[in-house]
T-cell receptor
Framework: DADVTQTPRNRITKTGKRIMLECSQT?????MYWYRQDPGLGLRLIYY???????NKGEISDGYSVSRQAQAKFSLSLESAIPNQTALYFC?????????????FGEGSRLTVL | SQQGEEDPQALSIQEGENATMNCSYK?????LQWYRQNSGRGLVHLIL?????REKHSGRLRVTLDTSKKSSSLLITASRAADTASYFC????????????FGKGTLLTVNP
């Protein structure tokens, strides 16, 4: 089983719909992240959480919200999806005790907004 | 932006040849990491080099870091078709509390 699991893996939706992407991890890491990947733009950080009570905006948080339901669960919501949110979304975790920021990624959730 | 920038954007070589990718960044860093992404899959950590290190090896990978030039290189020796992937550098810039910033990646194609 994957250490970092994302659901759904693929989703097609329409403009204006609310979408939730979920992430769960079995690595026991305290830190969790949501990144977005667009062709030619690399990965950009949307939100990150260093523990259950800590939520921080990344560089492109507008139009997104997150919830850290437990240490192992971190979900990303698009309240009203728009076509330019079509992208590949990655959840990642890291262990603050390692002191390196090394990330462990899920397999990604491909979202298409029509 | 604090992003690292990889160079070249794309690289095509023959199996057995060496592949070199470069990364430049803008500010002081704690460490620099390289990740690999097979097409459409999650990224996988390859190697980390700290700001006080100049060179590091892991199997067929060799990473160098020149903090005076704010640049790093990743060398893959004796490449294989299975090395075909995108490679990203990620920097943990000083003061970021280990929050990584990624470059746009180098697409490496290794032809059999």
């Amino acid at each position: 089983d994957a250490d970092v699991t994302q659901t759904p893996r693929n989703r097609i939706t329409k403009t204006g719909k609310r979408i939730m992407l979920e992430c769960s991890q079995t690595k026991g890491h305290d830190r969790m992240y949501w990144y977005r990947q667009d062709p030619g733009l690399g990965l950009r950080l949307i939100y990150y959480s260093f523990d259950v009570k800590d939520i921080n905006k990344g560089e492109i948080s507008d139009g997104y919200s997150v919830s850290r339901q437990a240490q192992a669960k971190f979900s990303l919501s698009l309240e009203s999806a728009i076509p330019n949110q079509t992208a590949l979304y990655f959840c990642a975790t890291s262990d603050a005790r390692r002191g390196t920021g090394e990330l462990f990624f899920g397999e990604g959730s491909r979202l298409t907004v029509l | 932006s604090q992003q690292g920038e990889e160079d070249p954007q794309a690289l095509s070589i023959q199996e057995g040849e060496n592949a070199t990718m470069n990364c430049s960044y803008k500010t002081s860093i704690n460490n620099l990491q390289w990740y690999r992404q097979n097409s459409g899959r999650g990224l996988v950590h390859l190697i980390l080099i700290r700001s006080n290190e100049r060179e590091k090896h892991s199997g067929r990978l060799r990473v160098t870091l020149d903090t005076s030039k704010k640049s790093s290189s990743l060398l893959i020796t004796a490449s294989r078709a299975a090395d075909t992937a995108s490679y990203f550098c990620a920097t943990d810039f000083d003061g970021s509390n280990y929050k990584l910033t990624f470059g746009k990646g180098t697409l490496l194609t290794v032809n059999p």
